[in-house]
Nanobody, 119 residues
């Protein structure tokens, strides 16, 4: 069973920083993209950042210059969040587009980690 496990959520003051990590495990043939989405109750889940197998990155415009996504290895990704604002408060979900075999491919999600930005 493929699993994505997030870590690093918690309470952060406005203007502060947080670092989220995601580790993928299980039977994985190839990961094409990994990244992060976030969601607030009552609102649609939105893209935060993605990183491809080749290291190309994609950010939401509202997060450019504040958030940085990187890859530790083929199965792990890290999201560095700086200059956090109260409106960044959300549940952050790890995401992966991956194959468990040569003939299968799909979207996988972690359970989410809560980031609260408040004084």
């Amino acid at each position: 069973q493929v699993q994505l496990v997030e870590s690093g959520g918690g309470l952060v003051q406005p203007g502060g920083s947080a670092r989220l990590s995601c580790a993928a495990s299980g039977s994985i043939y190839m990961i094409y993209d990994m990244g992060w989405y976030r969601q607030v109750p009552g609102k649609q889940r939105e893209l935060v950042a993605l990183i491809s197998r080749g290291g190309n990155t994609d950010y939401s415009d509202s997060m450019k210059g504040r958030f940085t996504i990187s890859r530790d290895d083929a199965k792990n990704t890290v999201l560095q969040m700086n200059s956090l604002k109260p409106e960044d408060t959300a549940v952050y979900f790890c995401y992966a587009d991956l194959s468990e075999s040569m003939l299968s491919r799909g979207d996988y999600w972690g359970k989410g980690t809560l980031v609260t930005v408040s004084s």
